[in-house]
């Protein structure tokens, strides 16, 4: 079983329309992030949480939002969501110290 | 703050020859520094981890990287280049107090039978 699991993995959607990602994890790390990847720009941070009380901003994160429900789920809402969020997003976690970051499968989102 | 620049979007080479992919990070020494691999359709997997025991280091699938302090540089290689290989590569450093971390914009790896 994967450690890190994202739902949906693709998802299509209108403008105006408010989507949630779910992102779970088993590896037992308090540490959970949220990016976006668009061709080009690399990795985005959108949101990170450090435990479910601690909840921080990256560097683009309007338009989201995040609920840290338990130490292994984090969720990323797009509240109205637009064109420009098409992208694909991508779940995290880590152990602390500046440690590898083990990355969820994706979640294709298409805004039309 | 920390950041990375990796040059060359688009990388590519023949099956069997050297890959060279290019990273450099900003002028204070990280105490780590990464690359990661992402084949199509997945997430990011980690390739390998630079954290100052030794400057030559060696990860997954045959590639390493060098640590070049008088040059800022992290540049990722594998001697011969295999169909497999075909991906896109990250290179990461970690930023604000070590607490998150901060990609490059990624090159393509293409590879010519």
């Known amino acids: 079983d994967a450690d890190v699991t994202q739902t949906p993995r693709n998802r299509i959607t209108k403008t105006g329309k408010r989507i949630m990602l779910e992102c779970s994890q088993t590896k037992g790390h308090d540490r959970m992030y949220w990016y976006r990847q668009d061709p080009g720009l690399g990795l985005q941070l959108i949101y990170y949480s450090f435990d479910v009380k601690d909840i921080n901003k990256g560097e683009i994160s309007d338009g989201y939002s995040v609920s840290r429900q338990a130490q292994a789920k984090f969720s990323l809402s797009l509240e109205s969501a637009i064109p420009n969020q098409t992208a694909l997003y991508f779940c995290?976690?880590?152990?602390?110290?500046?440690?590898?970051?083990?990355f969820g499968p994706g979640t294709r989102l298409t805004v039309l | 703050a920390q950041s990375v620049t990796q040059l060359g979007s688009h990388v590519s080479v023949s099956e069997g020859a050297l890959v060279l992919l290019r990273c450099n990070y900003s002028s204070s020494v990280p105490p780590y520094l990464f690359w990661y691999v992402q084949y199509p359709n997945q997430g990011l997997q980690l390739l390998l981890k630079y954290t100052s025991a030794a400057t030559l280091v060696k990860g997954i699938n045959g590639f390493e990287a060098e640590f070049k302090k008088s040059e800022t540089s992290f540049h990722l290689t594998k001697p011969s280049a295999h169909m497999s290989d075909a991906a896109e590569y990250f290179c990461a450093v970690p930023s604000g107090g070590y607490q998150k971390v901060t990609f490059g914009t990624g090159t393509k790896l293409q590879v010519i039978p």
């Open positions: 995290a976690t880590s152990a602390p110290g500046g440690n590898e970051q083990f």
